[in-house]
């Protein structure tokens, strides 16, 4: 394809010549005259200038370049959107492989792939267009949308609810047992029933690895469009909203209550029982045990507001110093108390 039809596909006013012809998309340092790049972080500017690119994608906004240029609001996204232009993910036919294991009582819906090894239980419902890749195993009561794209290993237990357009990446579990346990009376831990199904929306993309707990009693749920990152865990009982970022490593306790359009950078945690509004931000390696209001940016552990934090992160860079000119004034102070004590014996003995 030219640039010409590329700059009309994704939207984008083309600065510079339509007839060249592009055949991929590739980072700004990798990219060759017959690919396409982008400038979405202001600190890779400078190598827009230098780049061996046929075009940049960039905000119309920005200086002009030697290179062609794609404008558009939104580089990123339309960086996005050109890679699925050229990269074609595998298609898998639809049919079932001869070793997969399907109840009579299950119904697959129409179009959809069953690959080797799947395992789908009793009542299990799947919605059309779906595929299921190698050793995918679908509890008895599962109820899945069209377009559920499982890869190898995944897991859904027993009478959770998926909507459509949901994905979910190698290794992912679905309703897996919340970690709740009771000490009885000679203080053994008992396991508590984890009786309620997990339920998730649609357009949830749940990646690597990550878990999401079935709940005691009620459900675990997903709003709709929310992504899951690889490693994350999701405790029995919690309630993430619409258009929510778990980013890696991030984990919630039991019953946590995560609202609409929040982002949880990596590795944060967040305490059983607590509620992160709308729009919140927690930074990476944040850990919070209290409520957060909409809106709020917060670092740190324990957490508090992101301001705060990195003027606080300044000082303590700062604290070997400031101890150091502590302990030399602390000892001008003690030398001038015990001069202050000493002039009046001298007095006294002059006497």
């Known amino acids: 394809m030219n640039l010409g039809e590329l700059a009309s596909r994704l939207g984008a006013e083309l600065r510079g010549d339509a007839s060249v ?15 396409v790049t982008f400038v979405a972080n202001p600190r890779y500017a400078a190598l827009a200038r230098t780049t061996q690119a046929a075009a940049v994608i960039v905000e119309p906004g ?46 697959i819906g129409e179009a959809t792939h069953i690959g080797p090894y ?20 679908l509890y008895p009561g599962v109820r899945i949308g069209s377009n559920f794209f499982a890869h190898a290993h995944a897991v859904v237990r027993e009478n959770c609810t998926l909507g459509d357009h949901v994905t979910l990446e190698n290794g992912v579990i679905i309703g897996g047992d919340g970690f709740g346990f009771a000490k009885d009376e000679t203080g053994r831990w008992e396991k508590i029933p984890q009786s ?15 878990t999401i707990d079935r709940a005691t009693v009620g459900a675990t749920e997903i709003g709709d469009g929310t992504k899951v990152d690889n490693l994350v865990q999701i405790g029995h009982g919690s309630r993430v909203g619409q258009n929510t970022l778990l980013c890696s490593q991030t984990g919630l306790a039991g019953s946590s209550v995560v609202g609409n359009n929040v982002i949880l950078a990596g590795q944060v945690g967040v305490a059983g029982h607590c509620t992160v509004g709308d729009g919140a931000i927690l930074t990476a ?33 700062k604290l070997p110093e400031l101890a150091k000119r502590l302990t030399q004034l602390e000892a001008r102070v003690e030398k001038a108390l015990a001069s202050e004590h ?7 003995t002059e006497r």
Request: charged share 15%; hydrophobic share 40%.
């Open 21 to 35: 012809e592009v055949t991929g998309v590739k980072g700004i340092e990798e990219a060759g005259p017959s690919e």
């Open 62 to 107: 920005f200086p002009e370049i030697a290179t062609a240029t794609l404008r558009i609001a939104n580089p990123y996204l339309a960086f996005s959107r050109a890679l699925g232009l050229f990269y074609r993910t595998p298609a898998y036919a639809p049919g079932i492989h001869p070793t997969a294991v399907i109840d009579p009582t299950a119904d």
């Open 118 to 137: 799947v395992v789908v239980g009793p009542r299990v419902r799947v919605g059309p267009y779906s595929t299921l890749l190698a050793h995918v195993v």
């Open 196 to 210: 309620g199904p997990v339920r998730i929306g649609n357009w949830v993309d749940v990646q690597s690895n990550a």
């Open 285 to 317: 390696q944040s850990g919070i045990s209290h409520d957060i209001p909409p809106g709020k940016m917060i670092s740190g552990s324990p957490g508090f507001d992101n301001r705060i934090w990195l003027r606080a992160v300044t000082l303590f860079q």
């Open 342 to 348: 000493e002039a009046p014996k001298s007095q006294e």
